[in-house]
Each structure stands twice: as structure tokens, then as C-alpha cells.
């Protein structure tokens, strides 16, 4: 535990001295809830009084996969640099080299989240969320930025370079699209419909929403923690074996 908080310590010195990645990664999203709310929102119906009121959650997702992605381009510059070699010496290990970059992207993360619920509060998001649901819908977001960003280190494991760990934002920034963040599903052609409405992304978002404007939900929360903790077993186990051949 010493070992990881120490790890943690590094990481987030590591991001302080990145300022421009960190700026970046809390900017991009504080941009697209403008943009999406002042240049698409009058164009978009949906079943919510204001389009800030629908797109808030799926902005908090976008946030959370800007955040992480910067985890993976951490992961392989130690590797390129030759560090881990020298936190084994020390008999450091894999795990608590990972955590501390796990834990610090989710720092980050939180941030970011802060921000843009800031923002969204100021033009205009009124959620009607009960002191109960507000707790669960930020477990269930912190559920999901904790697996992104543990995946996040698994790709930057598998990555051979910075620049080919920073696609992974690529694939994050995506994801979100094919899902009800910013449209409803039922809009979506038929072929792809299926995909959009059983993804990840769409039961966190639909778990948020639902939980943010007091909504029912179901057993969408529950879903939605299944799939982090899926991710996030997949992604430690996978972790583990990636970086014992890396240093092998």
C-alpha cells in the first residue's frame, strides 16, 4: 500500500509538470458541452425539457475517456524511459507501479467532472436528483472511470509508443457517439441500434440520466456496475500478464 501511494504521488507530480495535457483533457470536454448544447441542442428533440438536461451525462463519459487516455501515453513513456526497470531494482511492483497511475488519472478524472458539472450547472442543468441517487450515480461513474482507466494502463502495456498509446483517446472519444449521449437510440438506423442500446457507455449513461432527473431506472444501475467490474477484472488480470513480458 505504501509502495502504491508513493506510485500515486509520482504520477500526479507527473501530471502537474504536463500542464498542457492536463489543460487539454479538461478543456476538450467543457468545449463539446458548449458546443453541443449551444450549436446542436436547438436541432435535437428529446424526451427532456432542455437538451443540457439530456447531454450532461454523456459529456461526464467523454470526460472520463480524455482523462484516461493520457493514463496509457503515461504507462509506455515509463516503459520507453527505462524507470521500471529501475522501480524493479527497488522491488517495486507491476501492480503498484499501475495503481499509482490509476489512481491519478482518476484524480484527474474527478476534476474534469467537476468542471464541467460547474458549467452545466451554469447554463442551465437542474437536476432533481434525491441525496440517494446522487450517491448512486457517482458510484456508478466512479465505477467507470476506475475500469477506463485501468484499461487505459492495459493499452498503454500493449502500446510500443507514446504515439500509438494516444489512438486509444481515438477509440474513448468514439465510443460514446454510438450510444444515447447525445441522440436517442430509437433515431439510430435499425443495423445499428442493437449495438447503440447494449453497449457500456449507453447503461452508464442511461444510469446517470435516469438517476440525475429522477427518472426509473431499473436494473440499468446494476447493469452498468457489471459491465465496469467486468472491465476493470479483464483489464487488472490482463495488466498483470502484459507487464511481467514487458520486463521480462
Known sequence: MSEALIMTG?????????????????????????????????????????YVMYVVPGVLLLCAGFGSSN?????????????????RSLDIGGTQILTG????????NLIATTLVLALAFAIGFRPSATPAAWLAATAVLLAFILALSWLSATVG????????????????????YPSSAFVPTSTMPGWLRPFADNQPVTQVIESLRGLLLGQPVGSTPWVA??????????SVGASGVLFRRRTA
Open 10 to 50: 509520482r504520477a500526479i507530480r507527473i501530471s502537474r509538470r504536463n500542464v498542457d495535457a492536463l489543460i487539454t483533457s479538461m478543456a476538450l470536454p467543457v468545449m463539446l458541452l458548449l458546443i453541443f448544447v449551444y450549436f446542436f441542442g436547438g436541432a435535437i428533440k428529446t424526451d427532456t425539457r432542455s
Open 71 to 87: 493514463t496509457a501515453i503515461a504507462v509506455t513513456e515509463d516503459l520507453k524511459g527505462g524507470i521500471i526497470d529501475r522501480f
Open 101 to 108: 497511475h490509476v489512481i491519478a488519472s482518476v484524480a484527474r
Open 157 to 176: 502495456l500493449l502500446a510500443k509508443s507514446p504515439e500509438a498509446a494516444g489512438g486509444f483517446t481515438f477509440f474513448v472519444s468514439f465510443l460514446p
Open 225 to 234: 456496475l457489471a459491465w465496469c467490474a467486468g472491465i476493470l477484472a479483464v
